[in-house]
């Protein structure tokens, strides 16, 4: 069993591709199948170096691991599509000489125009360049560069079992007729050249997004066309945010890198992600890496589309932190304290763990360390007047006579480690109506 990760280099590490390399990584380490990285940049103007560095360190930092990639060669390279024009040119060969495939003449008005009288006669798109010979192809071309494209057989079938939409059809003649293969300026188009990279890197599953899903009865055709072998297909639903809109931005983060900046682990990620769109008999959510490769299946995977809970995820992390011991969660919540310019280096290292100690319960992420730290560093200067208001409200009182009863019952040494949850656990106040009272007191 092989399957394969193909993420395009023209941006940050997206969530919803994270998932699909997660759901990938689970698989393979449950089949103990091979796991490749292909890099598809065929979008010249767009795709990066950095990018494709960016993706596969955030892939790396997840804990997705793979087999074969751009920085493990076994045999099935190139990894990067930019690198695998000359293998793409002989299969052209092949299709254009087979009658599979054809020049277009065409101009765009031309083709705008047959498709919107096809659409009107509610008939299929036929290329009126599809039934010229070879001979006929290369007098017209007269050493220009024109587009080829694929010739689609009407009103065939193709079906294919999904290991998550089960049996799927669709009938070739609405599939958006003849398409482009090979573009005019000679770089060979996606649906295309996906289909001969499977075949040759010998992947056995091809798992994505469901987006991917109309492209699928194309790849398939061409596949055939070329007498090469087809994967089986599992198409992930789509995540959607709260609003049951396409994830975006404006629901929240959406990038892995600006997940790995605000503090989010990797275990959480990878835990949250490869339990989308499924869940554990038991209602266990927290799960160690072992125990979510040894429940996953793909068959369990909801065909609806599944929404992207940011507070879950949160909720999620925190678990994680909480099982860090004291010394190492306080070396992770360094990095965040120096941003926030605080004089770490002006205490010990026994008084910055017992301020962690204190309020690293208050933090679901590494980043949400430097609200609850400000009270151990920065002067209070809460103005008198506003001091007043706030000790007079209701839960003030509460923390305040809490704080004097603990004050009371703790020793020098330990007061400061037993103040805070103290308080916490007896008034059951947290966050800002914790932190705000004690600072005016």
Request: hydrophobic share 35%.
């Amino acid at each position: 069993m092989r399957v394969r990760f193909a993420p395009s280099p023209t941006g940050y590490l997206h969530i919803g591709n994270a998932r699909t390399a997660v759901v990938n990584h689970l698989i393979a380490k449950k089949s103990g199948a091979d796991y490749i990285i292909r890099i598809e940049d065929t979008d010249k103007e767009r795709s990066t170096v950095e990018s494709e560095i960016s993706i596969l360190d955030d892939l790396r930092w997840i804990g997705i691991e793979w087999n074969e990639g751009p920085d493990q060669d076994k045999g099935h390279g190139p990894y990067r599509q930019s690198e695998r024009d000359a293998i793409y040119s002989e299969y052209t060969k092949r299709l254009l000489q087979s009658g599979h495939a054809f020049k277009c003449f065409c101009t765009n008005e031309q083709v705008e125009e047959d498709k919107k009288e096809a659409q009107d006669q509610n008939k299929p798109f036929l290329d009126r360049c599809r039934n010229l010979t070879l001979d006929e192809q290369e007098e017209l071309c007269a050493g220009g560069q024109f587009p080829i494209k694929f010739k689609v057989p009407e009103g065939e079938s193709i079906t294919f079992d999904d290991k998550i939409k089960e049996r799927v059809t669709f009938n070739s003649s609405n599939i958006g007729g003849d398409f482009i293969i090979v573009r005019s300026d000679g770089g060979a188009v996606y649906n295309y050249i996906v289909s001969i990279d499977d075949a040759l890197m010998k992947i056995t599953h091809v798992i994505r997004g469901e987006d991917h899903l109309s492209n699928t009865p194309k790849q398939i055709l061409i596949a055939k066309a070329l007498n090469l072998p087809i994967p089986e297909y599992a198409h992930l639903p789509l995540i959607l945010g709260s609003d049951k809109k396409k994830l975006s931005k404006r629901h929240g983060i959406t990038s892995v890198d600006i997940y790995r900046q605000e503090g989010y682990l990797p275990e959480a990620l990878m835990n949250y992600l490869g339990l989308l769109g499924w869940s554990t008999e038991s209602g266990e959510e927290i799960l160690d890496f072992d125990k979510l490769i040894s429940l996953f299946e793909i068959s369990n995977i909801s065909k609806s589309p599944a929404i992207f809970d940011f507070q879950k995820l949160k909720w999620m992390n925190g678990g994680y932190m909480k099982k860090y011991p004291l010394t190492q969660i306080t070396d992770m919540f360094i990095p965040y304290l120096e941003k926030a310019e605080f004089d770490i280096k002006s205490i010990s290292r026994e008084k910055l763990e017992t301020i962690i100690s204190i309020i690293r319960n208050s933090c679901e992420i590494l980043s949400d360390v430097a609200k609850p730290a400000a009270i151990f560093f920065n002067e209070i200067n809460i103005p008198d007047e506003e001091a007043d208001a706030l000790l007079n409200e209701d839960y003030s009182k509460d923390i305040i006579k809490t704080a004097s009863e603990i004050i009371t019952s703790l020793n020098e040494e330990t007061v400061l480690a037993g103040l805070i949850p103290g308080i916490k656990e007896k008034t059951e106040h947290k966050g800002k109506k914790l932190f705000h009272p004690i600072r005016a007191m």
